[in-house]
């Protein structure tokens, strides 16, 4: 009599039961896998050292600083939505082997912002202004990057931006930072002393729509027979510098920025060149705070084109989380360190923002239609 198809046979091709040892191994062997990932969880949570800089306290100290705003970033939580494309001119393909340097059309999801935990700040001429990019290829890729107009980085490790974080604290008596908070912060930190000198040398234009956006960090480009090169990028506006005035500081427009970018792309779309500048053997990768020479070479890769501004809401902008690890086959992580230490910020502050009920954002529909 033949037997089922899905019956075992008796004989030496059936499994020998366990013995009570082997499953009490078996199952001690699952419960060390379980505890490694419960562990891990905790780790992200900061149970097992309080001192621990984790992404959990990182965002704490956002709040700490800022409040909790219900529904916002805890970084750059003042922000509106943009939407456009970017066109190819197919020159970034020697240095890279994705989609989106391919000559060609990819849509883009974008976002301006402010930095800090406050959605309702007022603009000001020494605001430090930020762009995030969603770039989606054709073949489902996605390419995400979040640059400011700021020529380096403040700090070098996530330390740093945590220390920077707590000592930029408004003292509740004036309002403003402790000076000596910010002196000690700074003589324990030379090079964001250094980046500083930097940074004010450069000044702020008038507006998002004629700024530089630099993505700061170093990444490792891969062309088509896997040859990796260091590069780091910057969005340069075809709208002409103007410098900001600091009488701007009196506007009684808290959203001049803002406002004054919605007037500009009424009246057109506004663009920017996608400049790709090429590391050299000795160019610092590890180190944002540290700028390369001048005298690297430049490639212009394709135009930004930003036609559309929109209020944050459900399915724009506002739900997408600016990770600049997400990123295309083609482009991978250089050795800096923030880049780990941003992505996991970033996801923590999703996951709590996410979680909670959202507010009307600072830069309201109305404000849109002007």
């Not at 309080?50 to 704490?60: G, M, S, Y």
């Not at 490639?299 to 930004?304: I, P």
Request: aromatic share 10%.
């Amino acid at each position: 009599m033949a037997m089922p198809s899905d019956a075992t046979p008796s004989g030496e091709n059936q499994p020998a039961p366990l013995s009570v040892s082997s499953k009490r191994a078996r199952l001690a062997g699952i419960g060390v896998v379980i505890l490694c990932v419960v562990a891990g969880f905790l780790y992200l949570g900061g149970w097992f050292n309080p001192h621990e800089l984790t992404p959990a306290r990182f965002v704490n100290g956002f709040e700490e600083v800022f409040g909790i705003h219900s529904g916002f970033r805890r970084n750059h939580a003042k922000g509106m939505c943009v939407t456009g494309y970017f066109d190819s001119n197919g020159q970034g393909a020697r240095l890279s082997k994705a989609v989106v340097f391919q000559t060609g059309r990819v849509p883009v999801i974008g976002r301006f912002s402010l930095p800090g935990g406050n959605p309702f700040v007022s603009d000001s001429p020494a605001s430090v202004r930020g762009m995030g990019l969603d770039f989606t290829a054709g073949n489902g890729e996605e390419w995400r990057t979040a640059m400011v107009d700021i020529p380096v980085f403040a700090v070098s490790t996530a330390q740093g931006f945590y220390d920077q974080l707590l000592a930029s604290k408004p003292d509740p008596a004036t309002g403003k930072p402790d000076p000596e908070k910010l002196k000690a912060f700074f003589a324990a930190h030379p090079e964001s002393a250094r980046a500083l000198t930097i940074i004010k040398a450069k000044p702020f234009s008038t507006g998002f729509d004629n700024s530089t956006f630099n993505g700061l960090n170093a990444f490792r480009f891969i062309d088509a027979d896997d040859v990796s090169t260091p590069v780091r990028w910057s969005m340069v506006p075809a709208d002409a510098f103007k410098p900001e005035d600091t009488s701007q500081s009196a506007n009684p427009d808290k959203n001049y920025l803002f406002d004054d970018f919605i007037a500009r792309i009424h009246s057109g779309p506004v663009q920017w060149r996608l400049i790709l500048t090429v590391g050299q053997p000795g160019d610092p990768t590890d180190d944002a705070t540290l700028p390369w020479p001048e005298d690297r070479e430049h490639v212009d890769a394709g135009t930004l084109t930003l036609d559309q501004v929109e209020a944050e809401a459900p399915g724009n902008c506002r739900d997408i989380n600016f990770d600049p690890l997400v990123l295309p086959v083609g482009i991978a992580p250089s050795d800096d360190p923030l880049l780990s230490a941003r992505s996991a910020v970033y996801s923590q502050s999703f996951t709590r923002r996410a979680g909670e009920k959202k507010e009307p954002s600072a830069i309201t529909p109305s404000d849109v239609q002007k």
